[in-house]
């Protein structure tokens, strides 16, 4: 059977900022059809260029892409309607109700009438939006929403499925009903699906990978590939007396080290060809530490790959320049207790309680529409309880919200900066609206830049970074007046695992300085980091205690070490039932 996508030799560039940038550069690859090919790579590597490209929207610079048999570039209007493609920002009209989306998508694509009560009714099955119809798109969680834009983009039954990050920012049992969905159109109807993902455990799912770089084909093949290269150099790491993530710290960056990077109850550790674990131990100051070898995963070899191609980030080494001087006394910095807020007659959160203390890093994990992100901005004083009580930094947010609003630093969901100004003009201005003077602007302006290393973009407008630069950019500005007490919400959705991993060295530098961290995430390994963790459903906490105790109620004899994942799945869905 020929290919359903063949890229030759594949060019792209774009200009952004007054600088030209090379998306693509000499591209090749095949997929064949009838599975399921993962798109991977760190920010900017070209991905979503690639998806454009092949969707017919976007013109080569140089080279060739051909789809379903059919040149993407000349025959562009004929390879988009035999195909159906889900951008990142699917364009969902959100004060139409499902069905109104629906209709909406079935008439752009041609799709005639006597052809769509079938074919809604087996999408509304597939996606489980059947009870939702008449809701408008606006009123659905993040995950709803996600599968409503695959159920638009499959109105008329495409013979290949493109998905750019289909499952960024939303929570692990909507990712697997979604990923569910795919392995049905794939299975049933023979469909073949080109899927970006940042979610490297979704990759490894796939038939096939193709692993981006900077514009360039870094891999390709099956994932086990990458994999099975990594035999005899992947262990676990434990130290009785040492919190992991202390443990992760002196280990990451060592000579012979690849990766670092806590795991359940170790530090999972990957050793570069040459390297002897049992050396990198001592050369790290902790040659007592227990070590035994683990089995290769795909996100070993792909980190492997992209470290093997830069240079080795300093992520976090000058954090404790961030952190704030804090206030004496061992009591928690944050107390609330029956929280609760409504909007109209529904209550987004509804008698939570939970008390974090100096230094601690507390998650809030929790399914889309939980309560998380209304719970800080409660905490940040950016929004008003209906009831119960808030202590931040000592401080009653009834009636010192702006005071409490001083001490602390909070990075949203989605990026709130100004787009319109660059780099450094933003760390300026909220370093101005934290009252810093002109010396300390200047002193911490210097900081920012070289810690998060933004000086080859300080005069570039924020709008035109990438999503990994911009999660910099914002954290930074977060820090500017040295908080003693930050709130990170979904603070890595989207970014590459590389990016991640610089985030979260910086987040343990900072709680090793004193600062206290509050973090919602839906990457569930990244709670491994967490000192304490509460789960919320519908606006309730579930469960509170530290990631270990969590995973103890998941636990069963078919499934006797269970992940978090599997610790969320299990609260949410056991509430839901």
Known sequence: MSPVLEARDLARAFTAGGRSIQAL??????????????????????????????????????????????????????????????P?????????????????????????????AKRYAELMHMTGLAPFTRRLAGRLSGGMKQKLGLACTLVRAPRLLLLDEPTVGVDPVSRRELWAIVDRLVRSEGMSVLLSTAYLDEAERCSAVILLHEGRVLDQGPPTAMSGRMAGRTWAVTRTGQRNRDLQAALDGQPGVVDALVQGEHVRLVTAVDADAARVLNQAGVAEATLRPLPPRFEDGFIDLL????????????????????????????????????FGDFWAVDGVSFQVQRGEIFGLLGANGAGKSTTFRMLCGLLPASAGSLQVAGLDLRHAASTARGRIGYMSQKFSLYGNLSVAQNLIFFSSAYGLGRHAQQERLAWALAEFELTAQADQLSADLSLGYKQRLAMACALMHRPEILFLDEPTSGVDP????????????????????????????????????????????????????????????????????????????????
């Open 25 to 86: 550069n000499g591209v090749s690859f095949t997929i064949q059809p009838g599975r399921v090919t993962g798109l991977i790579g760190p920010d900017g590597a070209g991905k979503t260029t690639l998806m454009r490209l092949a969707a017919g929207l976007l013109v080569p610079d140089a080279g060739s892409i051909r789809v379903l048999d059919l040149d993407a570039t000349r025959d562009s209007l004929a390879v988009q309607a035999a195909l159906g493609y889900m």
């Open 88 to 116: 990142q920002r699917f364009g969902l009209y959100e004060d139409l109700s499902v069905q109104e989306n629906l209709d909406l998508y079935a008439d752009l694509q041609g799709v005639p009438r006597s052809q769509r």
């Open 307 to 342: 470290r093997g191609h830069g240079p080795a980030g300093s992520a976090g080494r000058n954090m404790d320049a961030a952190a704030g001087a804090g206030h004496a006394g061992d009591g928690p910095v944050i107390r609330v207790d029956g929280l609760r807020r409504r």
């Open 498 to 577: 590389l990016a991640r991993r610089e985030f979260w060295q910086r987040i343990n530098a900072l709680a090793r300085a004193g600062v206290t961290v509050l973090v919602t995430t839906h990457f569930m390994e990244e709670a491994e980091y967490c000192d304490r963790l509460a789960i919320m459903a519908a606006g309730r906490i579930l469960a509170t205690g530290e990631p270990g105790t969590i995973k103890l109620l998941a636990r069963s004899a078919e499934n006797p070490e269970p992940s978090m994942e599997d610790a969320f799945i299990h609260l949410v869905e056991g509430e839901a039932t």
